[in-house]
């Protein structure tokens, strides 16, 4: 394969001011998927600073071991919206919504989504969403956990708090939907003549392999909060064993969907490592093709795995080693990517940048809440430590560890495809290195905590835990505070930031080709096929001069 | 690059870039009914939650249908699942009438679904009003409800899908041998409607 | 050149080995182990913790190293190698994890049979596979286990809930009560009490029972945890092993004041144990209710019907009294 230079199309290139998505159209309804995508991002980013919000209460009122700050009630709502808000209105719209629209049909050499009204209609389901969710906070706000297990979640005093939940899942659920039916159709069958499903990059294996999950599981959530909802509102008795019905049946269709919603907001995030590395590593990524079917394999496998939530709950016995094997066999094809990852950077010329070292730093905290899941996914080492801040760790190790950190890391990548203009590099690793540190502060302690007995959602403790809860809770500050730079350099880069070129990494997926922001149909002129997606390395470097010569007479 | 762009003069730019703002859709194939049968895997996993979870209750329960469920009478839902069933060959004569460019007929066939459709929804409030459980009774009488009901809601959004088609039919040339989206998605939304009930009467009636 | 590699790359796999078995056998992380089966769950808990730790030596090394070693210099604008696979290294990295995995795998099914797993798979797990639950435990620091300890683990068979421990070496059980936010204990003869006391030694069995929502028992010391649902029964086995006194914890959000749904777990002498049970008999004899309206945070539950739960009426304790019982 051989690389060509591109003749881009910022107005330079071609002598004609590109037509720019104005600036008002990112509060209408727009079909356009790169507005969409901007959308979902900010609009995430939003409630991510509000879950974080919660969490700093959450921190703060666990500095104690005395339930002092906050009523013990409201306490078990601020988690509960905080996991609610971080999960439905955070992750999953950012990694799908946002980065899957954005760059999609981008990288499939698209103009659009395939049904671009659907996607915006998607979109717009998530504003009411998020809006009625932070509206309970009015009415006495759910306080049941993210999970909502009945019988609690049917007796619980925040009855409308609890209704509205069920409806903004509900809503959120169908966006979800409809968006994966748009991902499934676009990767489909819109990549563009000459692209294969193996030279599409990987990130799209990742969205695909994601959106199948979305589409399966997720109407079965949904199923579980209609049911949910009747016997909050009409007194049926699906899940109340009271009138003969079985809370288990809830958990069951509750982590069909939830634990398959787990690879939704990671997967996207491993296909962002793996476009983000190779460019910034300046080597070929290393195993596309495993990294491509490991990404099929989580899918597959993610579906078959869900009741290792419920290792305590009295399933019976096979149903607990079914489980167990197919939970400790994700760890092969996970093992996969993270290998290959490691093998890329092995070699390479690493420029390290602040997309690099939040790509790194997934890498390396992923990996620890990974591990941490292996151990979960062992039976009998979960019935000791489920239900207490052993979970709690792990699972922010690979959702904050992995998901934010990915979600940064793609951020400080196509941040100047979507706005044009460079993020500040300085304070960018000032951003990286106070996330870090206050990451492994905040959250690995809590390792200890659960193995030694602290149980999760709980406002009031065992004194003995105060002094590493302590520990936890500044390391929860710093995050805070890490948050403060990153905010401030990307709202004054959008608007004063140093103008991009087009292609600042020289990276050579399509996104690329075209100017940056890019215009309204991505392309003046329809893209062409020349190389495969990661063709970096010194052995095409003669290609590369005469692709050069060949492409600058061309123009 | 994995691509590049072929070059372009700065006189045909506007042009191009006219031309796909205006396309829209017709640039690509048409792939909504691609999508709809996604859309309908979807749905699927809806109904098949709701049926796991049946089937769940049923088997851990220690007798089925509780103690004092009265039994259903299975002579209308019978007549029922007839017209329901032979409706999708039906409407499946529509979809092959439009492919060969016979709208009156197809309009027909379509009357014919609907009419069978709404039969059915006559049928099912009719045996609502005559069970001798309600939505409360217990948890059969729950399950009973909530998996007829759910089924009902999408027997109706067929119902008016096909409506619609009805309607737009009306204008002359809307729909042909090569256009006939609309045709083609309620009769499969119908087949759809129509596979969830067979089993959902199986599970229910027969089992 | 190549030999120097080779040695080296020999050398710090063997390091990596030597520490990751010298943490998962000095990790200590958890808290004693006051059963026989919590014995069983360290070995292999320390274990699996070795493989994980030795994973993270692994990959946290490579990048580590990777930002010293290959990190661009200033002005090298040049490209890597244009390595894009190598197969044999695919399927080490493929197959290594596999067969890791599969062994956790037999392992943790070995453990758990012997811990808990008294229901169905319960026949299935003899011979060989205790073998090795011996043997590992052994080999990885956990206590070895007498072969006839695992297996009187499941030959108890079905034993009728409230029996009395008469003598001998039958199996203590009792039965456990939860509601919001508090456990009652109940022994035979209508004992009644807020503590759970055990004797050393001698089998337990739980049989646990809801009023109201899901809560878990849960007792760190002994690895143990089972949800305990209304409208279900379920159970839990084990060993007291050291004299002590531990947590009883609620792992199961249950409310409000789930935090303070905690009380103690007493493992007493087989005589503290017998003196405890006759002076609580002596109680239950003249006030069968005393007990459990002494303890502060069953006191208002107590006086509630059963109707008053299930209408949802979440019992608002006195937030100070749930603090005292909390650190008592
Ligand atoms: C992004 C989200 C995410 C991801 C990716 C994962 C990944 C995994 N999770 Fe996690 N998990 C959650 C989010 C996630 N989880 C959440 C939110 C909860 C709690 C929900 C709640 O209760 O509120 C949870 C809870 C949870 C539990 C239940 C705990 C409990 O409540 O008792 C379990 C148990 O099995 C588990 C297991 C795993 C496993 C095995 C993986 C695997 O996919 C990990 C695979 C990765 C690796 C293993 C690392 C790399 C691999 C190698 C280097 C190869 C070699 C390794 C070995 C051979 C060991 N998770
Ligand atoms: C992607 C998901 C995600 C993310 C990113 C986080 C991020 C954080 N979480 Fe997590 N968390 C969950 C998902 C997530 N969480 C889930 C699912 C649960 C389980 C809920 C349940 O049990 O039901 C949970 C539960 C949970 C608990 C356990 C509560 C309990 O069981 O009692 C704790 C406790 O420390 C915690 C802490 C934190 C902290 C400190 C952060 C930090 O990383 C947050 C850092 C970010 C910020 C701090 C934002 C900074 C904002 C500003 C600077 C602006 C300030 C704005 C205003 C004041 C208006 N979380
Ligand atoms: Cu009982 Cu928590
Ligand atoms: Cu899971």
Redesign the pocket.
């Known amino acids: 394969m051989t690389q060509t230079l591109t003749p881009t199309q910022s107005s330079g290139a071609s002598g004609v001011e590109p037509t720019k998505t104005p600036w008002w159209e990112f509060f209408t309804f727009s079909v356009d998927h790169k507005v969409i995508g901007i959308q979902y991002l900010v609009t995430s980013f939003t409630f991510y600073l509000i879950g974080g919000a919660l969490a700093s209460v959450v921190r703060a009122e666990l500095a104690t071991p005395d339930s002092d700050l906050v009523d013990p009630a409201f306490y078990n709502s601020l988690f509960t919206m905080h ?1 609610t808000v971080m ?1 439905f209105l955070w ?1 999953v719209p950012a990694v799908t919504g946002g980065f899957g629209n954005y760059l999609v049909p981008l990288m499939i050499g698209a103009r659009d989504m395939a049904f671009p009204r659907l996607n915006a209609i998607a979109f717009w389901l998530t504003i009411p969403a998020g809006l009625l969710l932070m509206s309970s906070f009015f009415f006495g706000p759910a306080s049941t ?3 909502a297990y009945p019988p609690l979640s049917i007796l619980t005093n925040e009855h409308v708090g609890q209704v509205i939940w069920i409806g903004s899942i509900l809503l959120v659920g169908t966006s979800s939907i409809l968006a994966a039916v748009n991902f499934i159709v676009t990767i489909w069958s819109m990549r563009m003549p000459g692209m294969d499903l193996f030279s599409m990059p990987l990130f799209c294996w990742a969205m695909m392999a994601t959106s199948v999950l979305a589409l399966l599981a997720t109407p079965v959530l949904a199923g579980a909060m209609v049911l949910l909802g009747f016997d909050l509102l009409i007194g049926t008795n699906f899940f109340n064993p009271t009138g003969g019905g079985d809370p288990v049946v809830y958990q069951h269709l509750f982590w069909f969907y ?2 398959p919603a ?2 939704v ?2 997967l996207p ?1 491993f296909g962002i490592i793996s476009e983000v590395l190779p460019p910034h590593s300046r080597k070929p990524i290393f195993g596309y093709k495993a990294i491509a079917y490991s990404s099929m394999m ?1 899918c597959a496998l993610g579906l078959f ?1 869900w009741a ?2 419920m ?2 709950s009295g399933t019976p016995d096979w149903l607990r080693v079914f489980f ?1 094997v197919a ?2 066999l ?3 094809p ?2 996969i ?3 290959s990852w490691v093998a890329t950077l092995w070699g390479g010329k690493l420029r390290l940048e602040s997309p690099l070292l939040f790509a790194m730093g997934f890498i390396s905290t ?2 620890i ?3 941490s ?2 151990m ?3 039976t009998p080492i ?1 019935i000791h ?3 207490t801040y052993f ?1 709690v760790a ?2 922010h190790y ?2 904050f560890g ?2 934010v950190f990915g979600i940064y890391a793609g951020l400080y990548h196509w941040f100047p495809k979507m706005t044009g203009r460079m993020l500040n590099e300085f304070w960018g690793k000032v951003h990286f290195v106070l996330t870090f540190i206050g990451m492994h502060l905040t959250f690995g302690p809590m390792h200890i905590l659960g193995l030694q007995g602290m149980p999760r959602r709980v406002a009031q403790y065992d004194p003995q835990f105060a002094p590493i809860n302590v520990i936890c809770t500044i390391g929860a500050f710093i995050l805070a505070i890490s948050t403060i730079p990153f905010v401030i350099n990307a709202v004054y880069s959008w608007f004063k930031g140093e103008q991009a070129p087009d292609n600042p990494w020289n990276a050579l997926t399509l996104e690329w080709t075209t100017s940056s922001p890019p215009i309204p149909h991505n392309w003046v002129a329809d893209p062409v096929l020349t190389t495969g997606p990661y063709d970096y390395g010194e052995e095409y470097k003669d290609a590369r001069k005469e692709a050069i010569a060949s492409s600058s007479s061309a123009a | 690059m994995q691509g590049s762009i072929t070059p372009v003069t700065a006189t045909n730019q506007e042009e191009i870039i006219h031309d796909h703002a205006a396309a829209g859709h017709a640039e690509h194939p048409d792939l909504r009914v691609f999508g709809l049968i996604v859309f309908l895997i979807s749905e699927g996993m809806l109904f098949f939650g709701l049926f796991a979870a049946y089937l769940t209750f049923r088997s851990v329960a220690t007798s089925w249908p509780p103690e004092g469920t009265p039994e259903l009478e299975l002579l209308l839902p019978g007549i029922n699942t007839i017209i329901l069933v032979s409706s999708s060959f039906v409407i499946h004569q529509a979809d092959s009438a439009i492919k060969e460019n016979k709208v009156k007929a197809a309009q027909l066939w379509f009357l014919a679904t609907f009419i069978m459709g709404a039969i059915f929804i006559a049928g099912q409030i009719y045996e609502y009003q005559h069970l001798e459980f309600g939505l409360t009774t217990n948890l059969f009488a729950s399950t009973f409800y909530v998996l007829t009901g759910f089924h009902g809601l999408h027997v109706i959004i067929g119902l008016s899908l096909i409506a619609t088609v009805l309607v737009r039919s009306l204008k002359s040339g809307h729909y042909s041998n090569t256009s006939h989206f609309g045709i083609e998605a309620a009769s499969i939304y119908w087949h759809f409607v129509d596979i969830v009930w067979i089993v959902l009467f199986l599970l229910l009636y027969i089992l | 050149m190549k030999k120097n590699n080779l040695i080296s790359i020999v050398v710090i796999i063997g390091l990596i080995f030597a520490a990751s078995i010298w943490y998962g056998r000095n990790n200590g992380l958890l808290p004693v182990a006051a059963g026989d089966e919590a014995l069983l769950y360290d070995g292999l808990f320390n274990t699996i913790l070795a ?2 730790f030795g ?1 993270f030596l ?2 946290e090394g490579v990048l580590i190293y990777s930002i010293i070693k290959f990190r661009r210099r200033k002005g090298d604008e040049t490209d890597g190698p244009a390595i894009h696979e190598n197969l044999s290294l695919e399927i080490a ?1 493929t197959a ?2 596999t067969v ?2 599969m062994w ?1 795998a037999i392992y943790s099914f070995d453990v758990y049979t012997a811990m808990q797993g008294t229901q169905d798979l319960g026949g299935m797990a003899h011979g060989g596979m205790h073998q090795t639950v011996a043997q590992a435990g052994y080999e990885r620091g956990g206590m070895p286990m007498s072969k006839a300890t695992l297996a009187s683990s499941k030959s108890d068979g079905v034993l009728m809930a409230g029996t009395l421990p008469a003598g001998g070496d039958d199996v203590v059980a009792i039965d456990v009560s939860a509601m919001q936010f508090a456990w009652i204990f109940n022994y035979p003869n209508e004992i009644a009490t807020a503590e759970l006391h055990v004797p050393v030694g001698k089998k337990v069995r739980l049989n646990m029972n809801a009023v109201d929502v899901l809560h878990a028992f849960w007792v760190p010391q002994l690895r143990i945890k089972q949800d305990v649902i209304p409208g279900r029964s379920t159970y839990l086995e084990f060993t007291p092993r050291v004299v002590g006194e531990y947590p009883v914890v609620c792992a199961e959000l249950c409310g409000s004041y789930h935090g303070g749904m905690r009380t103690t777990m007493v493992i007493d002498t087989p005589e503290d144990y017998a003196t405890w049970l006759k002076e609580q008999q002596e109680i239950a004899s003249n006030d069968p209710e005393a007990i459990v309206a002494n303890h502060p945070a069953s006191n208002p539950v107590s006086q509630m019907s059963e109707q008053e739960y299930l209408a949802g009426k979440v019992a608002q304790l006195d937030s100070d009294r749930q603090i005292k019982h909390m650190n008592h």
């Open positions: 996991g999960i992750i956990g993210w999970t939830s634990h787990v690879y907001m990671v995030v989580i795995v290792h939530h290792f305590t167990m939970t400790l994700v760890a092969v996970t093992g990517k993270v290998f992923f990996l809440g990974g591990l899941g292996v979960l996914g062992s979960d430590v489920h239900d979970v792990h699972f690979v959702l992995g998901s | 493989i994980a994973f692994v990959v990295w290594i994890p890791i995995v956790v």
